[in-house]
């Protein structure tokens, strides 16, 4: 296949697998500048679908930058009502999201952790309600990347510019399994395998779930809501559409119970938070909460984001990788928690979907809390998963499963 | 100077002259994706002179492109309300507006009329507060420009691309009057020399304009309102605050009596009308209107636009442009009317500037039509400058003076 048919391949997988763009239905697409590329094709290929309308959203890294060093503290302390709005009458008009997540782990890393907490805090008050209807999945949202210079030679640092380019466009198509064949029907194939980790674990009813790693770096014990839901390999809208949120996606996950977090964790990838990177870290939980950290690389921010509100050092999702998907057989760092996560066990700061609970999604927040889902204005996924990792289960009924056995599903 | 000094000195030109942004002030910078360099420096620029924030909007016309060429009838016929909301809501912020104008000129040739003309009339309908606002100064706005490749190469086609580009860019700095010195000093002293020019129209209370070329080809007699003023160099904000609209700006411009011109024009230079061409062509005015018209290119674009409203075959600008003016002197064609009608005497179809009555900001549109201002949802200029036009005019007082002779200002 040439260069231009897996990229087509690829805009095609995103608006049939991950948006399931339905006739008539209107789309966005955020899309970096840098991305501008991709961002026509997938808008091209909306159309073809017989999308009524594509919105072109797009944004600078560089002028956000710019923004951060150069804009008096005012700017950050204030949300456009404009950008809420259009939120707004974009969710009411049941429009499906794609956004192209490609942002320079360093880009801010010279910026004022102060100044980013607060509009992040500022921004994600302010946008709760999109926040809280995706991860309902009230709407169909899609994650997809595209490769940028930037990001590229951090990837393949001995490569040119160009080079580097190309070679993360391989990769891509890889991952997201458009460099054979039928991608669709590639899809079709992966998500049913996906749902029989999906309904194994769901079967099996586990009460808690405990990690290891063989240095003991990691000795982590995770219980989960009595009516924990696991999910993977594409959702169904409170509308009843069917789509899937990530391309590439390997996961399987649920939410942990909020208070039921005990022991100590360390990180296996680095975590872009927003353009910082946070490596190197550990993290000390007890009742759910982390009530100790450590961190080689980015603990001033990793520090701001856990304070950003209660929940925020709380976990809200609990996702299983096996170590030998595609994207982790790739033996690279993608430094984009898209891919990142899709390679490696991981787990989420923040809020959980209440997607993973039955009946999740028309219960109040309340009730959600008091089934012991996690409330939190941010939802972040670092990686934990290692060659080294084991994950006994416990189910309800009081049965020992290794679920993991050395980074990979034991079944 | 180096080239990226004079881009530093274009941006300063145009955040201290163009939207003489005020400390704590509010910038929007409307930029094509394909300028985002000068975009960027702008933004800098905008907080360095204190901006209180720099919102960039940018977009990308072969997603335009796209969208006419493959979304249904039903997306060109309704207009987003969040983009009114937004457009609002800066507006009442008493944002300054820069907007950096760089459209294919040829970019939707192979677009159906009809729809580009159901677009237009429902984004100005849609849009009209905006544009009355701007019309009647009362925020700060300015357009300006910048080099892209297609541009470059319709102007230097026997250039490489990057060349084009480069060529491009010293056309500008040379129009802007950056490329020598200080460019604030060079502006402060050039609008001067166009206050001059104000004065003198001003002074003698012209009643009518007759345009003449040797050729025959036009003829006409344009009147002009009673209380009409010129302007030029500059104008001043409802809340009395200097700034210059457009950078570069030669011309000195008032309004023509709506019901009160007659002959024959033809234009002198291509004009792009939203990404379509529209040249050769002939206007024949009966009592203000244009009763008749030819076009060698793009004769169903203009026969569109002219009839999208009542207002849209009658003139809303009459602004002289001597033709030994810097950019004329260049010998170039932009196919963008910010350079082109800078380089040319010009009119305007449709809406005219209010400003350009007495008292006309505060005036109802009854009041203004009663005082012979035209109404339209567009205003879009067209050249007809040449260097065999002269320009008799006839004042109140029934005084003839030459006012143009072989294209250039007898004074």
């Known amino acids: 296949m040439t260069f231009e048919e897996k990229l087509q391949e690829y805009a095609k997988v995103a608006i049939k697998i991950g948006v399931r763009l339905r006739k008539g239905q209107k789309l966005q697409i955020s899309c970096p500048i840098e ?32 923004r951060y060093e150069n804009a008096p503290d005012s700017a950050f302390e204030t949300y456009p009502n404009y950008n ?48 809280n209807a995706l991860m309902k999945n009230e709407n169909k949202w899609l994650v997809v990347t595209a490769p940028t210079k930037v990001i590229a030679k951090k990837i393949f640092p001995n490569a040119t510019d160009d080079e580097a380019v190309k070679l993360q466009w391989d990769a891509i198509f890889k991952a997201v399994r458009v460099d054979n064949g039928d991608g669709v029907a590639n899809w079709e194939q992966h998500i049913q395998n996906l749902k029989k980790y999906v309904n194994f674990l769901n079967d099996n009813k586990f009460k808690t779930l405990h990690y290891t790693t063989k240095d003991g770096a990691t000795d982590l014990t995770i219980e989960l809501p009595k009516e ?44 872009n938070y927003n353009g910082n990177l946070i490596d190197g870290f550990t993290l000390t939980f007890k009742d759910g909460k982390i009530v100790d950290f450590t961190a080689d690389t980015g603990y001033d921010v990793l520090k701001e984001m856990l304070t950003m509100d209660d929940g925020a050092s709380y976990l809200g999702e609990v996702a299983l990788v096996p170590n030998d998907s595609p994207i982790s057989n790739s033996n690279l760092t993608y430094f984009n928690t898209l891919f990142d996560e899709n390679a490696s066990c991981h787990l989420a700061f923040g809020k959980a979907y209440p997607t993973n609970l039955i009946n999740g999604s028309s219960m109040t927040d309340k009730q ?24 006994l289960g416990t189910t309800y009924d009081g049965k020992e499963i290794q679920i993991f056995k050395n980074g990979n599903f034991t079944f």
Request: proline share 3%.
């Open 35 to 66: 991305c501008v590329e991709f961002g026509r094709v997938l808008a091209k290929q909306g159309y073809d679908a017989g999308a009524s309308d594509v919105i072109m959203d797009f944004h600078d890294e560089v002028s956000n930058l710019i």
């Open 84 to 131: 809420v709005v259009k939120s707004n009458e974009l969710l009411d008009e049941d429009v499906a999201f794609i956004a192209i997540a490609a942002t320079n782990p360093e880009l801010l890393k010279s910026v004022d952790v102060k100044r980013i907490s607060t509009w992040n805090k500022v921004s994600s008050t302010a946008m709760s309600r999109r926040r």
């Open 228 to 271: 924990h839901i696991w999910a993977g390999g594409g959702d169904t809208t409170t509308k009843d559409e069917y789509f899937c949120a990530n391309l590439p996606t390997e996961e399987v996950y649920t939410m942990p119970h909020k208070n039921k977090v005990n022991g100590i964790v360390k990180n296996s990838k680095p975590f």
């Open 368 to 391: 959600l809390e008091e089934k012991g889902a996690n409330m939190s204005l941010i939802h972040e996924d670092f990686m934990i998963g290692s060659p080294d990792l084991d994950i």
